[in-house]
Nanobody
Framework: QVLLVESGGGLAQAGDSLRLSCTASGRTFSNYAMGWFRRPPGKEREFVAAISRFGGDTYYGDSVKGRFTISRDNAKNAVYLEMNSLKPEDTAIYYC??????????????????WGQGTQVTVSS
């Protein structure tokens, strides 16, 4: 069982940067690939980014590629999402999630096992 808690959300203006954090409970954090998802208002959840167990591989959704960076620190049981050049369309509730499948990141965007409660990001124009 993995418990995930997001933090770092808030208000930003277009063009700003924001860093989200997700901390995990448990003793087997490095057994999981980690991902970030988001749910814009009135829309369904979409994939944002993922990182492999030891950070060697990353995978990004098309809408954020080149602007967002995912990273992790296994010693701190934490995963981060650095968001740059924010746009109003980035407004959403952002969730971190854990995947224990061990499959390639591009194949597991719908197969995550554990989810946090989310943190709100609002970007104004």
């Amino acid at each position: 069982q993995v418990l995930l808690v997001e933090s770092g959300g808030g208000l930003a203006q277009a063009g700003d940067s924001l860093r989200l954090s997700c901390t995990a409970s448990g003793r087997t954090f490095s057994n999981y690939a980690m991902g970030w998802f988001r749910r814009p208002p009135g829309k369904e959840r979409e994939f944002v980014a993922a990182i492999s167990r030891f950070g060697g591989d990353t995978y990004y959704g098309d809408s954020v590629k080149g602007r967002f960076t995912i990273s992790r620190d296994n010693a701190k049981n934490a995963v981060y999402l650095e968001m740059n050049s924010l746009k109003p369309e980035d407004t959403a509730i952002y969730y971190c999630a854990a995947d224990r499948s061990g499959l390639p990141l591009r194949l597991t965007t719908r197969l995550y096992d554990y989810w946090g409660q989310g943190t709100q990001v609002t970007v104004s124009s």
